[in-house]
């Protein structure tokens, strides 16, 4: 059953309390006025009606949405795991009057807020980023006169991926799925043997070996990765075996783990054959990079310090009152993809969010990656008299003074992108998946925008 608002606040512990104690802090308490609009929970409603209509109004009660949007919200202002996060809610009086649990209630377990963020999705955050541009433009005195657009990369949470490292990786899994389809089946009972150490050994030595930067090491490191592959080959044959065994159980809950031991095996393959594609100088298309976060992709940024990121693009779009110098303005909801994509790939996109919440700019700014005939094109939908600006292009309309105007207002989204990932922790998706990290990107553009929304004047302009 869904529950949308928090028990009563001031019980009889509360009334207790010094006043000092019971007001938030400034920061908390613009927050909290932005968030007690009960339009906030709308996102919350929609969704449960529409993906558990029987569940709506039955069954066991859900954590109050209120105090869940407040949980979020600090967790990605303080960048706080869960754990952490319920702990240090439960043991502050003004975190907990935040988050409207009072004093003689059990604060949420982190399980709950976890899997939680899980069930709700990306298109709850996506709604309630909507929501909370739409409550600013009519309660605040927020106008979106200009727009800037950048891409950047959202890191996944995998270490640096070796072709070595990911046999490493698939041996140890096939064997500890292996292990668990035993387990549920006693009568599988051929023997898949654990070769976790042998290709361990051959890490090690692989890490010797690249001390010596000759051509002798080359060739060692040809064949010690490819003796690590033919040791994921064997297990695979051995997995085969025990599958072959499994399927003669038709139990649901054995049906599962076999399946989960199938994909894992699938996903082993595919690193035996990057690795075979490598050493043959062939191309690899759509490498895999983890076989814990099998959506991540290598993404090329040219930069000199980290050529190469491993995750997804993510397309950051804020709308802002002027162009001076120091605006900030609200942010879309974020537009991500695995991959490498061409910045206009996902243009598209963000133009359809300012006509869906009917926002048309009088002006735009864009990097030198957008293409000088997509971009107006795509813009017109929005606003056919829009300005545009795209840097290095010599035909930017205005006159010298106004072209330098839009390019440090384009300049600006760099130093909004670092405050994202600095204070929000929207550089490193701590979600598994593109699912997972789209998530994570819409919550921490939620928290920033709540933050940049609570302290605009109340009242219309």
């Not at 150490?197 to 001390?211: E, F, M, S, Y």
């Not at 895999?288 to 040219?302: E, Y």
């Not at 002027?322 to 303005?329: D, I, L, P, S, V």
Request: hydrophobic fraction near 40%; aromatic fraction near 4%; include cysteine.
């Amino acid at each position: 059953m869904l529950r949308l608002d928090a028990d009563q606040l001031d019980g009889l512990w509360e009334t207790l309390l010094p006043e000092a104690v019971r007001v938030l802090p400034a920061d908390l308490a613009q927050a909290d006025l932005l968030l007690a609009d009960p339009t906030l929970l709308e996102p919350f409603r929609a969704h449960w009606r529409a993906t558990c209509p029987a569940g709506f109004v039955d069954g066991r009660p859900t954590i109050p949405m209120q105090t869940y949007l407040r949980l979020m919200l600090l967790r990605h202002r303080c960048g706080w795991g869960y754990e952490t996060l319920v702990r240090e809610v439960a043991d502050s009086i003004h975190l907990r009057r935040f988050c409207r649990i009072p004093l003689h209630a059990a604060a949420p377990d982190e399980s709950t807020v976890r899997k939680l963020t899980r069930r709700l999705g990306p298109a709850v955050t996506d709604e309630l980023i909507r929501s909370l541009i739409t409550l600013a433009c009519r309660e605040r005195r927020f106008r979106a006169r200009a727009l800037r657009v950048d891409s950047t990369v959202v890191e996944a949470d995998v270490r640096y991926p070796t072709d070595a490292g990911l046999c490493a990786d698939a041996v140890r899994v096939i064997a500890r799925a292996a292990r668990r389809l035993q387990a549920a089946v006693p009568a599988a009972s051929a023997h898949l043997r654990d070769r976790s150490r042998a290709v361990g050994t051959r890490l090690r030595a692989l890490g010797r070996t690249l001390t010596r930067r000759t051509e002798e090491a080359k060739r060692s490191v040809q064949r010690l990765t490819e003796e690590a592959a033919a040791q994921v080959r064997a297990t695979i044959r051995e997995a085969r075996a025990l599958v072959r065994q499994a399927r003669r159980s038709r139990a649901p809950a054995r049906r599962s783990v076999r399946r989960e031991l199938e994909r894992v095996v699938g996903l082993a393959e595919r690193v035996i054959e990057q690795v075979r594609q490598r050493f043959a100088g062939l191309k690899i298309e759509g490498r895999l990079v983890s076989l814990f976060d099998t959506d991540a992709r290598p993404v090329r940024r040219g930069k000199l310090a980290q050529p190469t990121e491993f995750g997804y693009v993510v397309q950051l779009a804020e709308l802002t009152p002027h162009t001076r110098r120091g605006a900030r303005g609200l942010l879309l909801p974020p537009k991500l993809r695995a991959g490498s994509p061409h910045e206009n790939t996902l243009l598209p996109e963000t133009a359809s969010e300012l006509i869906r919440l009917e926002l048309r700019p009088r002006e735009a700014s864009f990097d030198a990656g957008f293409g000088t005939v997509a971009t107006p094109a795509t813009l017109a939908t929005v606003n056919p008299t829009m300005d545009l600006f795209i840097a290095g292009n010599a035909a930017n309309p205005g006159s010298r003074r106004t072209r330098r105007r839009r390019a440090r207002y384009r300049v600006g989204c760099e130093g909004r992108i670092a405050h994202l990932k600095r204070e929000y922790g929207a550089g490193r998706s701590r979600l598994k998946g593109e699912t997972g990290a789209r998530i994570w990107e819409g919550w921490a553009v939620f928290a920033y925008d709540l933050d940049t929304a609570a302290a605009l004047p109340i009242g219309t302009g």
